[in-house]
């Protein structure tokens, strides 16, 4: 706070400048602005479709975000905002220009443009044509294309010349994009935006087509490349299907897998009759007794010729009717001879084969059908187990065929899926893509209206610049002055007490014995008061009689003044004051009263000094170059001071500033307390930071600083007392 205080006392020490610079910038900037043409504004309205569908034939039902919205918004504006588009609107305006187009000309042609001649004009307006048709910006290589470029420049063509007047934006939330733009003829600013607009658009349904070409061809190449991969697969599990004579797999693996179910069932059927019937024949044969087996044997040998050739034609048939997988038209064959055999067995059975003693005619026929069962039942067997052999081979070949379909199938599916998805995406762009959304003009530019004028406020602003740049000059000096101006700050530089500090007299002031008692100046009253608080700080140091010796850092700090006022300050409160002029180099106390006793006659005689209260005494000296110490030694100087310490109660003594140490220190050696002076304005240096060393080195004898020459003191500022961090 207090330096922000010190910095207005800064700032109001310098008004004078703060008030003319800003005053001078403010008539200047006036004379100026005052030809500056006025300024009209044009403005235009694009409809986007990307918030407001209604225009569209064909909606997609994808719900966009906010910010996928926002970013196509950007992306249009700043597109627009491109040197690529803006060179079209250059193009089209040094084109009119070029070619004299009227009501389409509003520069002065500049004098590059003046001194083109014809050929050069008829070149340029091919060039700007081509290049106007292509699209393209002109090449700065170039030096006939860099004069058409410096040209666009001058005249305000160019495009980072449009783009510092165009301002384009979104409005709000809505599905519009508005453009504005500034220039000094209304017609021209129109011009500008719809010419501007209509380009862009242009540009855009140009973008937006082709790239929907390049994707309709892209995704129709893509269908057809899954299209093919599917057909290929398709022809391949084709080829395989004929070349391993494969109708349809599956119904193939069924029947044989029935055929063999079938085939396993009547062969398990007929080792069971071959069982049954081995078992019967065999008790037959036991009952009968070897010679009944003799005769019978001799009887049947003719008729068992004709039954085994039956049996042997009914065993083929039998094989063949198994192996056609029990073909019914080869029952009929089978039966047949099974008929013969039963007639045959029959006929075998009419006559007597055993004796007619005996009676066991009904066992031996029931044997021979027996026999003849076994035989067809073994000789099924052996038909059916190589029929079911040949079946399993089959089958077992039916396996590397599914394992290479399903893998023939699987690929298809697969191919199958991607070409309905790539035909999908296919129809879905193609649809989409049928009806693009384009841009509209929906609102174009009209002549600008006038605006307000901006002259005013140009000037307003160079005054408040120039005033915040005076202040900030001030505050650049101001934080890099060192100097000390207030009692706080030389409290905080010195680490010791300032006792009070002095005001700045006027140039009518007089500091004399009798000034100090006669002048009543507004200042002096002021400078009065300062010393009476400073005098009241030392007489509380310590009690009468005192020596209190003044010294100073350097020169021409107002030592003698104070040392004046000092003494007029105790001598009004009825005390005993002597003063004496210990700076030999300059010694203005004793020019004040130069009739008056001198220091080095009372050293060496006795003389008799005027004590009396309310009055002050004064011992000068010759000045030259000498010290107290030169002029008597130390015991001397000693018994004289305290003889004066008996007459008078307080003895001041100017002392030389700490520039010649050694004669101020003598005196201080002498001194009960001492006070240094400092005079406001000015900086510590690093030299006097011996001379501040060796002050605070007194410890208690020193009494404080005085600050001399201030100006007006902020109350902060202006405290007294011990130092403070700040």
Same mark, same amino acid.
């Given at each position: 706070m207090t330096e922000f205080l010190q910095f207005l006392r800064l700032l109001q020490r310098n008004k004078v400048t703060l008030i003319l610079v800003p005053l001078i910038t403010v008539i200047v900037c006036f004379f100026l602005v005052k030809k500056l043409p006025d300024v009209y504004e044009s403005h235009a309205r694009i409809a986007t479709g990307l918030v407001d569908k209604t225009d569209q034939i064909v909606t997609t039902q994808r719900d966009e975000q906010d910010s +996928?919205?926002?970013r196509k918004f950007e992306s249009l504006i700043q597109a627009m905002r491109l040197k690529k588009t803006l060179d079209q609107v250059s193009y089209k305006l040094l084109l009119n220009d070029l070619k004299g187009v009227k009501d389409s000309t509003w520069r002065e042609p500049v004098k590059e443009f003046s001194e083109m001649s014809k050929s050069d004009k008829s070149k340029a307006i091919a060039l700007l044509t081509q290049k106007y048709k292509a699209k393209e910006e002109l090449f700065l290589w170039k030096p006939f294309e860099n004069r058409i470029n410096k040209i666009l420049d001058d005249m305000g063509y160019s495009a980072n010349a449009l783009r510092e007047k165009l301002v384009i934006y979104r409005t709000g939330t809505g599905d519009f994009i508005d453009i504005e733009f500034e220039g000094d003829d209304p017609a021209f600013t129109a011009y500008v935006i719809n010419t501007l607009s209509n380009e862009f658009i242009s540009f855009n349904s140009s973008r937006i087509v082709g790239n929907n070409r390049k994707t309709i061809e892209f995704l129709q190449n893509f269908m057809m490349q899954k299209l093919d991969a599917l057909n290929a697969r398709m022809n391949t599990l084709k080829n395989y299907k004929i070349q391993n004579r494969v109708l &349809?797999?599956?119904? +193939?693996?069924?029947?044989?897998?029935? +055929?063999?179910?079938?085939?396993?069932?009547?062969q398990q059927m007929a080792e069971r009759d071959i069982i049954a019937y081995s078992a019967a024949i065999k008790n037959i044969d036991n009952k009968f007794n070897p010679a009944d087996r003799e005769y019978f044997e001799s009887a049947l040998t003719s008729l068992n010729q004709s039954i085994v050739a039956s049996k042997t034609n009914l065993r083929l048939l039998n094989e063949k009717y198994v192996q056609s997988n029990f073909d019914p038209k080869l029952k009929a064959g089978v039966d047949s001879v099974r008929t013969q055999l039963v007639t045959q067995i029959a006929a075998a059975s009419d006559k007597y084969i055993y004796s007619p003693m005996a009676s066991k005619q009904d066992l031996v026929t029931q044997k021979l059908t027996m026999e003849i069962s076994l035989e067809l039942s073994k000789n099924s067997v052996s038909s059916i187990k190589n029929e079911l052999k040949r079946l399993n081979k089959k089958f077992d070949g039916l396996?590397? &065929?599914?394992?290479k379909i399903q893998e023939y199938e699987t690929g298809i599916d697969i191919a199958s899926k991607e070409y309905i998805e790539a035909l999908q995406r296919y129809n879905e762009a193609s649809l989409e893509f049928s009806f693009p959304v384009y841009l509209r003009l929906i609102e174009r530019a009209m002549p600008g209206e006038v605006q307000a004028s901006k002259k005013m406020v140009l000037v307003i602003l160079s005054g408040v610049i120039s005033f915040t740049f005076c202040v900030f000059v001030f505050f650049i000096l101001f934080y890099l002055d060192k100097s000390i101006r207030y009692p706080l700050q030389l409290a905080n530089a010195t680490e010791r007490p300032v006792l009070g500090y002095l005001n700045v007299l006027d140039k009518t002031s007089s500091l004399s014995l009798s000034g100090m008692n006669s002048s009543d100046g507004k200042s002096m009253r002021l400078y009065k008061n300062l010393v009476r608080s400073i005098r009241y700080e030392l007489d509380n140091e310590k009690a009468d009689p005192k020596i209190i010796a003044v010294t100073s850092l350097s020169e021409d700090v107002g030592k003698t003044s104070l040392v004046i006022?000092?003494?007029?300050?105790?001598?009004?409160?009825?005390k005993t004051v002597l003063i004496i002029d210990g700076n030999f180099g300059q010694p203005d106390v004793s020019k004040l009263n130069p009739d008056y006793s001198l220091f080095d006659t009372y050293l060496k005689k006795d003389v008799m000094l005027d004590a009396t209260p309310g009055q002050i005494s004064i011992l000068g000296n010759k000045g030259g170059d000498a010290s107290l110490l030169e002029l008597a030694d130390e015991k001397l100087i000693n018994e004289k001071l305290t003889a004066l310490k008996t007459q008078f109660d307080i003895i001041l003594i100017e002392t030389d500033s700490l520039n010649a140490m050694n004669k101020a220190k003598e005196w201080i050696t002498f001194s009960d307390r001492v006070v240094a002076v400092f005079a406001a304005g000015r900086s510590i240096s690093e030299e006097d930071q011996s001379k501040i060393q060796y002050i605070n080195n007194l410890g208690e004898k020193f009494a404080g600083w005085i600050l001399t020459n201030t100006e007006d003191i902020p109350e902060q500022a202006g405290k007294i007392g011990k130092p403070v961090e700040v």
């Amino acid at each position: 706070m207090t330096e922000f205080l010190q910095f207005l006392r800064l700032l109001q020490r310098n008004k004078v400048t703060l008030i003319l610079v800003p005053l001078i910038t403010v008539i200047v900037c006036f004379f100026l602005v005052k030809k500056l043409p006025d300024v009209y504004e044009s403005h235009a309205r694009i409809a986007t479709g990307l918030v407001d569908k209604t225009d569209q034939i064909v909606t997609t039902q994808r719900d966009e975000q906010d910010s +996928q919205i926002s970013r196509k918004f950007e992306s249009l504006i700043q597109a627009m905002r491109l040197k690529k588009t803006l060179d079209q609107v250059s193009y089209k305006l040094l084109l009119n220009d070029l070619k004299g187009v009227k009501d389409s000309t509003w520069r002065e042609p500049v004098k590059e443009f003046s001194e083109m001649s014809k050929s050069d004009k008829s070149k340029a307006i091919a060039l700007l044509t081509q290049k106007y048709k292509a699209k393209e910006e002109l090449f700065l290589w170039k030096p006939f294309e860099n004069r058409i470029n410096k040209i666009l420049d001058d005249m305000g063509y160019s495009a980072n010349a449009l783009r510092e007047k165009l301002v384009i934006y979104r409005t709000g939330t809505g599905d519009f994009i508005d453009i504005e733009f500034e220039g000094d003829d209304p017609a021209f600013t129109a011009y500008v935006i719809n010419t501007l607009s209509n380009e862009f658009i242009s540009f855009n349904s140009s973008r937006i087509v082709g790239n929907n070409r390049k994707t309709i061809e892209f995704l129709q190449n893509f269908m057809m490349q899954k299209l093919d991969a599917l057909n290929a697969r398709m022809n391949t599990l084709k080829n395989y299907k004929i070349q391993n004579r494969v109708l &349809n797999l599956n119904e +193939q693996a069924k029947s044989i897998y029935g +055929q063999m179910a079938d085939f396993e069932t009547r062969q398990q059927m007929a080792e069971r009759d071959i069982i049954a019937y081995s078992a019967a024949i065999k008790n037959i044969d036991n009952k009968f007794n070897p010679a009944d087996r003799e005769y019978f044997e001799s009887a049947l040998t003719s008729l068992n010729q004709s039954i085994v050739a039956s049996k042997t034609n009914l065993r083929l048939l039998n094989e063949k009717y198994v192996q056609s997988n029990f073909d019914p038209k080869l029952k009929a064959g089978v039966d047949s001879v099974r008929t013969q055999l039963v007639t045959q067995i029959a006929a075998a059975s009419d006559k007597y084969i055993y004796s007619p003693m005996a009676s066991k005619q009904d066992l031996v026929t029931q044997k021979l059908t027996m026999e003849i069962s076994l035989e067809l039942s073994k000789n099924s067997v052996s038909s059916i187990k190589n029929e079911l052999k040949r079946l399993n081979k089959k089958f077992d070949g039916l396996v590397p &065929n599914e394992a290479k379909i399903q893998e023939y199938e699987t690929g298809i599916d697969i191919a199958s899926k991607e070409y309905i998805e790539a035909l999908q995406r296919y129809n879905e762009a193609s649809l989409e893509f049928s009806f693009p959304v384009y841009l509209r003009l929906i609102e174009r530019a009209m002549p600008g209206e006038v605006q307000a004028s901006k002259k005013m406020v140009l000037v307003i602003l160079s005054g408040v610049i120039s005033f915040t740049f005076c202040v900030f000059v001030f505050f650049i000096l101001f934080y890099l002055d060192k100097s000390i101006r207030y009692p706080l700050q030389l409290a905080n530089a010195t680490e010791r007490p300032v006792l009070g500090y002095l005001n700045v007299l006027d140039k009518t002031s007089s500091l004399s014995l009798s000034g100090m008692n006669s002048s009543d100046g507004k200042s002096m009253r002021l400078y009065k008061n300062l010393v009476r608080s400073i005098r009241y700080e030392l007489d509380n140091e310590k009690a009468d009689p005192k020596i209190i010796a003044v010294t100073s850092l350097s020169e021409d700090v107002g030592k003698t003044s104070l040392v004046i006022a000092l003494g007029w300050a105790f001598s009004k409160i009825n005390k005993t004051v002597l003063i004496i002029d210990g700076n030999f180099g300059q010694p203005d106390v004793s020019k004040l009263n130069p009739d008056y006793s001198l220091f080095d006659t009372y050293l060496k005689k006795d003389v008799m000094l005027d004590a009396t209260p309310g009055q002050i005494s004064i011992l000068g000296n010759k000045g030259g170059d000498a010290s107290l110490l030169e002029l008597a030694d130390e015991k001397l100087i000693n018994e004289k001071l305290t003889a004066l310490k008996t007459q008078f109660d307080i003895i001041l003594i100017e002392t030389d500033s700490l520039n010649a140490m050694n004669k101020a220190k003598e005196w201080i050696t002498f001194s009960d307390r001492v006070v240094a002076v400092f005079a406001a304005g000015r900086s510590i240096s690093e030299e006097d930071q011996s001379k501040i060393q060796y002050i605070n080195n007194l410890g208690e004898k020193f009494a404080g600083w005085i600050l001399t020459n201030t100006e007006d003191i902020p109350e902060q500022a202006g405290k007294i007392g011990k130092p403070v961090e700040v």
